[in-house]
């Protein structure tokens, strides 16, 4: 009980500390701005918004305390050896590589970069310099990187779950240019999620006034011989995944099983370096490439299948579907195709408009379900509701925008320009 009390008192030192740190709104910043951008690109291509990006924001900020919850109470068990510094040098990192790529702002990146770091500071003497640069050498050199690699797998597992559980709803619908140059529907899939821990960390000399009565994973020996304290460890997660070939949820199940599978298997290479020092430049590589790695397949298994949302001879692939619409009440769902309106078979929006204002006041729909099978829907029109009944259609040739390149860097990000124009000598002013 005596034990309990003085975590909980850590906990509020360390929350407060967690309170003034700049990482985490910076990170919330970051989301914000990336959800924003979002609702903006979907105004632009389907002149509707179907996300409110402080809703998404508010979810995300939710379920990542839940699992800084979460895992700073398995942190309680870790003895993870870090400190204020190691918050500086992985969150600096990070920001280095935002600048570099958008999809660099992850801790696997960061972690296994100071890990390579590290291993070739171990071949110089820089550490022996009396300057700055043998201060930042010495930092680097005393950073717990097999801990900070457990950390980043715990995250990648929690990003799995969170993927499988959220990854679908901020799904956002898009026009793409094919491989042709002729547009094809897709969805973006991006999450990113602040997560607030409280680590338990060795306390400095003289400073400890609490010991635990249970032993730690990863127990350094002497560095934990002067009791133990708490610090608040902001960190980051989030994933970002583009799919023509895949329904929204099928990709986000994808994603959640390979981001599992590359947590266990850096969290066993992570532990292994805590207890054999040698396998650390190992396990740094594990981090870069096999989240490299995880990059590629997605990459290549999107290239070899053909595009799901294209119209076809059988009618009008429905990309997605606008919340609150008659559409939404007649259970139509993505990936569908609509065949029939008031028994007129529809192929384009032309025909789709006409065959909808046969009957002002009813609409009858036969469509194509995800199994092949057709299916019949039926509801009363009312005035003011969405003249397309709130589907949003695959693309045709009378598109006008598509979603421009996924940013790649900081400062495409906070470039105002998400989407093209099919007539590039008014795509300069969007």
């Given at each position: 009980?005596?034990?309990a009390m003085?975590?909980?008192r850590?906990?509020?030192?360390?929350?407060?500390?967690?309170?003034?740190?700049p990482f985490y709104y910076?990170?919330?910043?970051?989301?914000m701005?990336?959800?924003?951008r979002?609702?903006?690109?979907e105004?632009?291509?389907?002149h509707v918004?179907?996300h409110?990006?402080p809703n998404?924001?508010?979810r995300t900020?939710?379920?990542g305390?839940?699992?800084?919850v979460?895992l700073?109470?398995a942190?309680?068990f870790?003895?993870v050896t870090?400190d204020?510094?190691?918050?500086l040098?992985?969150?600096g990192t990070?920001?280095?590589?935002?600048?570099?790529r958008?999809?660099?702002?992850?801790?696997?990146?960061?972690a296994g970069?100071?890990?390579?770091?590290q291993?070739g500071?171990?071949?110089?003497?820089?550490?022996?310099?009396?300057d700055?640069?043998?201060?930042?050498?010495?930092?680097?050199g005393g950073?717990?990187?097999?801990?900070?690699?457990?950390l980043v797998?715990?995250?990648?597992?929690a990003?799995?779950?969170?993927?499988?559980w959220q990854?679908?709803?901020f799904?956002?619908?898009?026009?793409?240019e094919?491989k042709?140059?002729?547009?094809v529907g897709g969805?973006?899939?991006?999450?990113?999620?602040p997560?607030p821990?409280?680590?338990?960390v060795p306390a400095?000399?003289?400073?400890?006034?609490?010991?635990l009565?249970?032993?730690?994973?990863l127990?350094?020996?002497?560095?934990?011989s002067?009791?133990?304290?708490m610090?608040?460890?902001?960190?980051?997660?989030?994933?970002?995944e583009l799919?023509?070939?895949?329904?929204?949820g099928?990709?986000?199940?994808?994603?959640?099983k390979?981001?599992?599978?590359?947590g266990i298997?850096?969290g066993?290479?992570?532990?292994?370096?805590?207890?054999w020092s040698?396998f650390m430049l190992a396990?740094?590589?594990?981090?870069?490439?096999?989240?490299?790695?995880?990059?590629?397949v997605?990459y290549?298994?999107?290239?070899?299948?053909m595009?799901?949302?294209?119209?076809?001879?059988?009618?009008?692939r429905?990309?997605?579907?606008?919340?609150?619409t008659?559409?939404?009440?007649?259970?139509?769902?993505?990936?569908?195709?609509?065949?029939?309106v008031n028994?007129?078979?529809?192929r384009?929006?032309e025909?789709?408009?006409?065959a909808?204002?046969i009957?002002?006041?009813?609409?009858?729909?036969e469509?194509v379900?995800?199994e092949?099978?057709?299916?019949?829907?039926q509801?009363a029109?009312f005035a003011g509701?969405?003249h397309?009944?709130g589907v949003v259609?695959?693309?045709?040739?009378q598109?006008?925008?598509?979603?421009?390149a996924s940013?790649?860097?900081?400062?495409?990000l906070?470039?105002?320009?998400t989407?093209?124009?099919?007539n590039r000598?008014?795509?300069?002013?969007?």
């Amino acid at each position: 009980m005596e034990a309990a009390m003085d975590v909980l008192r850590l906990a509020g030192s360390a929350a407060l500390g967690l309170l003034l740190s700049p990482f985490y709104y910076i990170g919330v910043l970051l989301i914000m701005l990336q959800y924003f951008r979002q609702t903006r690109l979907e105004r632009k291509l389907f002149h509707v918004r179907l996300h409110a990006w402080p809703n998404q924001l508010a979810r995300t900020m939710l379920a990542g305390l839940i699992v800084g919850v979460l895992l700073s109470c398995a942190g309680l068990f870790l003895g993870v050896t870090v400190d204020g510094e190691a918050v500086l040098w992985l969150w600096g990192t990070a920001i280095v590589l935002l600048i570099v790529r958008v999809r660099y702002l992850c801790f696997a990146y960061s972690a296994g970069m100071l890990g390579l770091l590290q291993w070739g500071l171990a071949w110089s003497s820089l550490d022996a310099r009396g300057d700055w640069i043998g201060s930042a050498a010495r930092s680097v050199g005393g950073l717990d990187i097999p801990g900070l690699l457990v950390l980043v797998a715990l995250m990648h597992i929690a990003e799995g779950l969170l993927v499988r559980w959220q990854g679908a709803r901020f799904a956002s619908p898009l026009f793409l240019e094919g491989k042709r140059g002729k547009l094809v529907g897709g969805y973006m899939l991006q999450g990113y999620w602040p997560v607030p821990m409280l680590l338990l960390v060795p306390a400095a000399a003289g400073s400890g006034d609490v010991t635990l009565p249970w032993s730690l994973l990863l127990d350094g020996g002497a560095a934990w011989s002067h009791g133990v304290t708490m610090i608040g460890f902001p960190m980051m997660i989030g994933f970002t995944e583009l799919t023509r070939t895949m329904l929204p949820g099928a990709k986000a199940r994808s994603s959640s099983k390979a981001l599992l599978v590359y947590g266990i298997i850096l969290g066993a290479a992570a532990v292994t370096a805590s207890f054999w020092s040698p396998f650390m430049l190992a396990a740094a590589l594990c981090a870069l490439l096999l989240h490299e790695a995880l990059v590629a397949v997605s990459y290549y298994k999107e290239d070899a299948n053909m595009p799901l949302y294209v119209n076809d001879d059988r009618g009008l692939r429905i990309l997605a579907v606008i919340p609150g619409t008659p559409a939404e009440a007649m259970g139509l769902q993505a990936g569908e195709i609509i065949q029939k309106v008031n028994g007129v078979p529809v192929r384009s929006k032309e025909d789709l408009h006409a065959a909808l204002h046969i009957n002002s006041a009813f609409c009858k729909l036969e469509a194509v379900n995800l199994e092949g099978h057709v299916k019949f829907a039926q509801r009363a029109r009312f005035a003011g509701e969405h003249h397309q009944l709130g589907v949003v259609l695959a693309p045709d040739d009378q598109a006008g925008f598509y979603a421009a390149a996924s940013p790649a860097s900081l400062f495409d990000l906070l470039r105002k320009r998400t989407a093209k124009s099919r007539n590039r000598s008014s795509s300069a002013s969007l």
